[in-house]
């Protein structure tokens, strides 16, 4: 017998909630909705909860609630009405997306989820630039000549309801042209950005700063990067899915107010536990890093909350300085190891090659 269900009373309680509390609480719903066979709030709740995974916690949580969503739209396709279409596509976009992050994923499997993703977007007549750009994104770490070619179908693809908003676009032809070395297209697309002439969504100006500050840093240009990783930090550390944000903010802070970098290292570092996001845990290892590099100069020990999952993890909440420099770093190598080893390439490694020298251009 099926269970009585107010998907309404729900969504009105849903409300008051965000993050790993909500969600709990959207698992457990989805629960009751599959008691009751409640057909749309089965859907709507998990589409729900793949938005909160994407941009509050830990995107790859998406991946398998997209795979329960996608069996209950083919056999119940009109549920969702004229926008179950958009709602289908993506959702499964939240799927492909955090594949880029997970070095476990063979690109074969990503492969046949891209052309997955196609059929649809063929089916729907619907995110054409997003295919595009979702083929950039992953071809970043492995050519990117090819993902620059990716990036340029992306941009010149009409926009439809399925495209991210157009200030987070903006930040993505910033991160391309700034991996080309192209400085002067970068800094026309963030021009309309830094004077606030685009409405802005919860990932912008962050993305446009996250860039900026790993350009620059990579670079070893310091004085560019200050007042990047001063703005990031302002508004860049709200939940854990803010750790690349914070890696970047620490990998500045470090050489430049070590103090404050170490205030806000203490306050992100219990959100890795747990994370299937590894690229996001890798970015925040890179920033940790430089932390414990400068503090090590000064310091022997430090008081640190970490979790117990951590292999490092003390009892006494007493750390070496020294000894968590370079724990840190083999996680961080060992992380990028296993990505360079999925994609065929050498780009993690010299990417951290290049997190662990000193800047040169100083303030």
């Excluded at 209950?72 to 289908?88: Q, S, T």
């Excluded at 074969?108 to 089916?123: D, G, I, S, T």
Aim: glycine share 4%.
């Amino acid at each position: 017998m099926k269970k009585s269900f107010d998907g309404k009373r729900i969504e009105q309680e849903l409300q008051f909630l965000s993050g790993t509390a909500k969600m709990e609480a959207l698992l457990a719903a989805i629960k009751q909705a599959d008691e009751a066979e409640d057909h749309f709030y089965r859907m709507l709740l998990r589409y729900e909860y793949a938005c909160e995974a994407t941009f509050h916690d830990d995107p790859p949580k998406a991946m398998p609630i997209a795979v329960e969503f996608r069996t209950i739209f083919e056999e119940h396709p009109d549920v969702l009405g004229p926008n179950g279409g958009e709602m289908y596509l993506m959702i499964m976009q939240m799927a492909i997306d955090p594949v880029v992050s997970l070095p476990q994923i063979p690109i074969a499997q990503w492969e046949a989820m891209m052309e997955e993703f196609y059929h649809l977007v063929k089916r729907f007549n619907i995110g054409h630039r997003v295919y595009w750009w979702q083929l950039c994104q992953f071809m970043v770490y492995i050519d990117k000549q090819k993902a620059f070619s990716y990036f340029q179908r992306f941009w010149k693809t009409g926009r439809d309801d399925l495209s991210d908003c157009r200030a987070c676009e903006r930040c993505y032809a910033i991160k391309m042209y700034l991996l080309m070395e192209d400085e002067e297209n970068a800094a026309s697309h963030a021009k309309p950005i830094k004077q606030r002439r685009l409405r802005f969504c919860s990932d912008t100006p962050h993305l446009m700063l996250l860039y900026y500050i790993e350009y620059a840093m990579d670079h070893g240009d310091l004085k560019t990067a200050i007042p990047y990783a001063k703005e990031l930090k302002r508004i860049g550390h709200r939940d854990r899915g803010d750790l690349s944000y914070i890696g970047a903010v620490l990998r500045c802070f470090a050489y430049s107010d070590l103090s404050h970098g170490i205030e806000l290292m203490k306050e992100a570092f219990p959100w890795i536990a747990g994370m299937w996001n590894e690229k996001m845990v890798y970015d925040f290892y890179k920033g940790a890093w430089t932390i414990f590099h400068e503090l090590s100069k000064q310091e022997d020990s430090i008081s640190l909350e970490l979790p117990e999952q951590l292999s490092c993890y003390r009892s006494d909440h007493i750390y070496q300085t020294k000894e968590m420099e370079a724990w840190i770093y083999k996680q961080a190598k060992n992380i990028a190891e296993r990505f360079d080893q999925r994609n065929g390439t050498d780009s993690f490694q010299r990417n951290l090659n290049l997190a662990i020298k000193e800047p040169t251009n100083l303030p």
